[in-house]
């Protein structure tokens, strides 16, 4: 019964995901549909990191004689803010480690604004995720920046690989073991379905309102260039530095068994990410920034919603927690209200039982 069951979800998926891998009939079960999932996921990264990178050249020829006006500077921080917080906020803490619960349209929200991040869809982007905290820096993480050779070259070799190299040799994820929570609501499939859809919407959104506002195509062009595909370009590179600097560079307060980093540059420009040493000794927090110093925009966002009773359930590590995981047992710790342990990555029920 549980496989007979197991295989009517896998049929779902599929016809789910038929507009972006029409030819994936069991979510990886056999190796032809493997194959073709990974031949797609390659032919997707090429597009994912060359296109902005071919922009931001073709952005460098445009303002050499035309500049950059004003509203595609604002737009262009208003996308950045609106993508990057879908991708930490909601891609992330929410539907990665259910570090929160909040009403319908916030969580629909949230998963198009990070699917307008062109990170890749919803589920690829949680299974690698939990992949990657279940096995963190070993041979099994998808993008660990280490165990790829000793001295300068294999560092080079690593950074180069955690950062976007990992995208090119990815295998494909099993869904239905990483994410069958995920695969469960049918409002989070229907956005997975529709990402490519979404992606170019969000292209095209900030020229949409440059156009409203000034009435001009060139104000229309000027801002799809800055602030969809430059805006990209900046996204991804951030987004993607938590999985190369964040395991190479800073500080290491908490015992984790792995090597992340906290980076206070990467936290900034990533609204909270950077704090990464801190994300891996309590995964399912909501906050990341533990100490009153450590900025944390996607917790404030988080926060203010839980305000407004639009979010509840804030999962935070208590004290006791915090002084447990310390390298340095006298770590002033903020108290926070009593919440459920958040040792494990997932919640067991989602939680997989090996890395295959």
């Known amino acids: 019964m549980c496989l007979r069951r197991e295989r009517l979800v896998a049929r779902r998926f599929a016809s789910d995901l038929a507009s972006c891998a029409p030819r994936i009939k069991t979510n990886a079960l056999n190796s ?16 994912t990191i060359v296109t902005p990178f071919a ?14 006006s004003g509203l595609d500077l604002a737009l262009m921080a208003f996308m950045y803010t609106v993508t990057g917080l879908g991708i930490t906020v909601g891609f992330h803490r929410l539907f990665t480690h259910r570090s929160f619960e909040c009403v319908t349209p916030v969580r629909v929200a949230l998963a198009v604004a990070g699917s307008m991040s062109a990170q890749g869809p ?18 099994w993480d998808p993008h660990s920046p280490h165990n790829h050779g000793p001295g300068i070259a294999g560092v080079l070799m690593g950074c180069w690989h955690s950062h976007v190299g990992w995208m090119f040799n990815h295998k494909p994820e099993n869904y239905i073991r990483r994410v069958p929570d995920l695969i469960r609501d049918r409002r989070l499939m229907a956005i997975n379905r529709w990402y490519p859809a979404i992606v170019i ?17 060139a104000a229309f062009g000027s801002a799809v260039l800055w602030a969809g595909f430059v805006r990209l370009f900046l996204g991804h590179h ?6 190369s600097v964040c395991h190479l560079f800073g500080g290491s ?19 909270g990410e ?28 988080i926060r203010t919603l839980a305000l407004v009773g639009l979010v509840w359930n804030v999962r935070l590590p208590s004290p006791e927690q915090l002084e447990a995981r310390s390298f340095r047992p006298q770590l002033d710790a903020e108290v926070v209200a009593a919440n459920p342990p958040v040792d494990d990555v997932v919640p067991p029920s989602v939680r997989p039982t090996s890395p295959a």
């Open 253 to 271: 307060p908490y015992e984790t068994g792995d090597r992340s980093r906290n980076n206070g540059v990467c936290a900034l420009l990533t609204f």
């Open 32 to 47: 032809a549909a493997a194959s073709d999932a990974e031949r797609y996921e390659r032919r997707a990264a090429v597009v």
């Open 201 to 217: 919407g969000g292209l095209l959104l900030p020229g949409v309102i440059a156009l409203a506002i000034t009435g001009r195509w």
């Open 122 to 139: 919803i589920l690829f982007w949680t299974a690698c995720h939990r992949r990657h905290h279940q096995c963190s820096d070993d041979v």
């Open 274 to 301: 950077g704090w990464h040493n801190n994300h891996h000794a309590f995964p399912t927090s909501a906050r990341h920034g533990l100490r009153w110093w450590q900025l944390d925009g996607s917790f404030i966002l």
């Open 238 to 243: 951030t987004t993607w530095s938590i999985n």
């Open 55 to 68: 922009a931001v050249f073709l952005a460098i020829w445009y303002f050499w004689g035309n500049g950059i």
